[in-house]
């Protein structure tokens, strides 16, 4: 309303003008003045299509009516400005993916966990300082020195749970594994005599750790980890599709499914000639042996629900800026600096990477699992938010994502 007021207030005080203007010269003058605002609207109106090309451009690639693609979201000064869906859900149906398609997470899925880790710090029923056999008492001594800041800054020193669980089946395939639970996972880790190095002296990126805080938060809170992320995360915040998925126990509305491009594929119906009847096809590939795991990447969510997400996030709808600060302080451990092996080092707080980009603040965190790659890409300061959600593992999110953020955060770069 202000840029609309500002005109009328101008000519009003032509009003207390002792000599009237010449009507032609008024005239002009209002003429220049519609031009100005119409060429500036023009201009805004030009920026914005200029802007939503280049954008597009970036995921053209993706485009087609046969094959998996991704969905894209793009939220600017808190507004949504670009969201998009390329390619289908799956190759069954054909249908289009939108912003309402849900897409499993995974380890984008480990800022709900260490949310809702806050929470029940927030409630005063856990302390970042208490220790995991705290809750799990049954648990090896090893647990003593390991606290839930550990679990969730990944300096816990845990075992591998996807190591543990293929050395119980050698020689077995992947799909004949039997899945895993997060109970599993605690149980395959209390028959471990020790962990890596010890707590807090050493960072290791640990899908163990965040399998183990889905356990904290059923045994603290007495309710299932995916009933509590629906309680006191999904339901305040309106995030209506998004659920923590557990075969049997609930269905994924509006569901992507997970694909692989395989080359030299064999062709439905071939039996004879192999050799020369192989091509390169897209498959199925959505569920593994460690799916079933919710607390490492678990969650299935959309565009839609993740805007109101990122909302969540800058308004501290859930917690407020002083509880959310642990979660941004990067973890310093004691005897060498984090780091992902033969890596630049890393900054890492509670289920944020925190490693700045060009200059820039930033908070992210990438998933990858089978069949699906995903990203979020946090500018805070910049008021820049970027989501790539993908239902295939031959792009890189992040690379996409990255390359929209250059657009805003360099304006010269071209995609």
Do not use: C
């Amino acid at each position: 309303m202000r840029d609309q007021e500002r005109p009328a207030a101008r000519f009003s005080r032509t009003r207390h003008w002792k000599v009237a203007p010449e009507p032609a010269f008024a005239a002009a003058l209002l003429a220049l003045t519609v031009v100005i605002y119409a060429g500036a609207a023009r201009t805004q109106v030009a920026s914005s299509q200029v802007a939503s090309a280049q954008l597009d451009g970036i995921f053209a690639a993706l485009k087609s009516s046969n094959a998996p693609g991704a969905a894209v979201l793009v939220v600017y000064d808190g507004r949504t400005v670009f969201r998009r869906g390329y390619g289908v859900t799956d190759l069954h149906t054909l249908h289009p993916i939108d912003a309402k398609t849900n897409f499993r997470l995974a380890s984008f899925t480990k800022q709900f966990t260490a949310t809702a880790i806050m929470l029940l710090v927030h409630d005063g029923k856990l302390h970042y300082d208490d220790r995991l056999t705290d809750f799990f008492p049954e648990f090896p001594a090893y647990g003593k020195s390991i606290t839930i800041r550990n679990l969730l800054n990944h300096t816990s020193g845990l075992e591998d749970y996807e190591e543990l669980l293929m050395n119980q089946y050698p020689d077995t395939a992947p799909e004949n594994v039997p899945q895993i639970l997060d109970a599993g996972v605690l149980k395959i880790l209390e028959q471990q005599n020790g962990g890596k190095f010890p707590p807090s002296s050493q960072w290791e990126y640990s899908n163990s750790g965040y399998a183990v805080l889905a356990m904290v938060v059923e045994k603290v809170s007495g309710e299932s980890f995916g009933q509590f992320l629906r309680q006191r995360i999904f339901v305040p915040l309106k995030m209506k599709n998004t659920l923590a998925y557990e075969q049997g126990k609930n269905e994924v509305p509006h569901r992507a499914y997970g694909h692989s491009w395989i080359a030299n594929a064999k062709a439905a119906g071939d039996t004879e000639k192999i050799e020369e009847k192989t091509r390169d096809v897209w498959q199925q590939t959505d569920q593994s042996p460690t799916s079933a795991v919710l607390g490492d990447g678990g969650i299935y969510s959309s565009l839609d629900d993740l805007a109101k997400w990122d909302r969540a996030l800058r308004n501290h709808t859930l917690l407020s800026e002083a509880e959310m600060l642990p979660a941004l302080t990067p973890v310093q451990p004691t005897a060498k600096p984090a780091k992902f092996p033969e890596s630049p080092n890393v900054s890492y707080g509670f289920g944020w990477f925190l490693d700045p980009y060009n200059g820039h603040k930033r908070m992210s965190h990438d998933g990858s699992t089978i069949g699906f790659g995903t990203t979020i890409q946090r500018f805070p300061d910049d008021k820049l938010t970027i989501i790539v959600l993908a239902n295939r593992t031959n792009i890189n999110p992040q690379e996409l994502a990255l390359k929209v953020a250059d657009l805003y955060l360099n304006p010269r770069t071209k995609p």
